[in-house]
C-alpha cells in the first residue's frame, strides 16, 4: 500500500461578537438568516451542480509530484455525489485558463431552481492557492465568482467547497507495512508540507479542508486520500439523514483517530486532522429528494 505524507500550516480566521462589520444592503444581497427558518430549503427542482477538479499530473516545470490515488478519490466523491441528487461534472488535468473558465461558466448558470452549490479540488496546494496542470489559482478568486455581486441566484444558498489539497518533497524511505493480518511488504512513504490557509468566503460559504494546521494528510495508492474515504462514507451512510456541518464533525474525528500501520519511527505518533470553516446560516440537510 502507497501512502502520501504531507504537513499544511493553516491560518484561521474568528470572527468574535461585535466585531462583524456593518454591510450595506444592496439589490443582490439576501440576508438568509432573516427569515426566521433554521434550515435551508433544500425542495428546490434540483439538488445543484457539483464539480469535481482531479489533478493528478502537473507540467514538468512545476517540480510536483504525481498523485496515485487521486482517481479513487474523485470517482468515490462523484458517487456519493450522485446518490445526493447532484449533477456531477468531472474534469480532470486541466490547466489554469482552462479551470478558470469551467469555473466561471459554472458561476453564470441560472441556479435559481437548484438547492445549493459544490466544488472539489483535488490537487496539490500551497499559500492559499491550489494547482492546475500548469500553474496555481487562489483559492479566494474561486470562491469569490460565487459571491452575491457575480452569482445572484446563488445568493442565500449553501456554497459548499472541498479541498484536498498538498505539497511537499518526496522522501525516499523504505519502511515496512504490517497490515492486520501481519503480512509485510516493503513500501516508499512520501512527505508533503504546504501552507493553504482556510479563508472566510462570505455567508451561506463552507469550506472543508483535508488537514488543519500542523497535521499531516495521507493518501494511498489503491484506496485514495484518508480524508475523501472517510468522507465519502460517511456521506454514503448519513449523507440523507445527518445534518452536513455535524456529519463533518465525524468525519474529522474518524480522520484523527487513523494511524499508518508502520514501523517507521519517521511516522510515529503522526496523525491527520481534518477542518472546515463554516459561514452557514442555517442548518444543512440533503434529504432525499421527492
Not at 474518524?254 to 517507521?264: A, D, E, H
Amino acid at each position: 500500500m502507497l501512502y502520501h505524507l504531507q504537513s499544511e500550516n493553516f491560518c484561521f480566521f474568528m470572527t468574535f461578537p461585535g466585531s462583524v462589520p456593518t454591510q450595506t444592503t444592496t439589490k443582490y444581497q439576501y440576508d438568509s438568516s432573516s427569515d426566521g427558518a433554521e434550515e435551508y430549503q433544500m425542495n428546490n427542482k434540483r439538488r445543484g451542480l457539483a464539480l469535481i477538479f482531479n489533478q493528478e499530473d502537473f507540467f514538468w516545470r512545476l517540480d510536483l509530484k504525481e498523485r496515485p490515488g487521486t482517481n479513487v478519490d474523485r470517482d468515490n466523491l462523484e458517487k456519493r455525489l450522485k446518490d445526493l441528487n447532484f449533477e456531477v461534472k468531472c474534469h480532470n488535468n486541466l490547466k489554469v485558463e482552462e479551470v478558470l473558465e469551467k469555473i466561471g461558466k459554472a458561476a453564470e448558470e441560472d441556479h435559481s431552481d437548484a438547492d445549493c452549490f459544490l466544488l472539489a479540488f483535488l490537487s496539490h496546494g500551497e499559500d492559499n492557492h491550489v494547482y492546475c496542470h500548469d500553474g496555481k489559482i487562489s483559492i479566494q478568486e474561486i470562491t469569490s465568482m460565487f459571491k452575491g455581486d457575480k452569482c445572484q441566484n446563488l445568493v442565500g444558498k449553501p456554497k459548499i467547497f472541498i479541498i484536498q489539497a498538498c505539497r511537499g518533497k518526496e522522501f525516499d524511505v523504505s519502511v515496512t507495512v504490517t497490515p492486520a493480518s501481519t503480512m509485510e511488504s516493503e513500501e516508499k512513504v512520501f512527505m508533503d508540507a504546504s501552507t493553504i490557509q482556510t479563508l472566510p468566503a462570505g455567508a451561506d460559504f463552507i469550506m472543508c479542508y483535508s488537514v488543519a494546521q500542523g497535521y499531516y494528510s495521507f493518501r494511498e495508492k489503491d484506496n485514495g486520500s484518508w480524508y475523501i474515504q472517510d468522507l465519502c462514507q460517511l456521506l454514503q451512510k448519513y449523507g440523507d439523514s445527518l445534518e452536513f456541518t455535524e456529519l463533518l464533525t465525524r468525519v474529522n474525528r474518524k480522520v484523527s483517530l487513523r494511524n499508518i500501520p508502520t514501523c517507521s519511527p519517521k511516522f510515529i505518533g503522526k496523525k491527520q486532522m481534518p477542518c472546515f470553516a463554516s459561514m452557514l446560516t442555517k442548518k444543512l440537510y440533503f434529504r432525499p429528494k421527492k
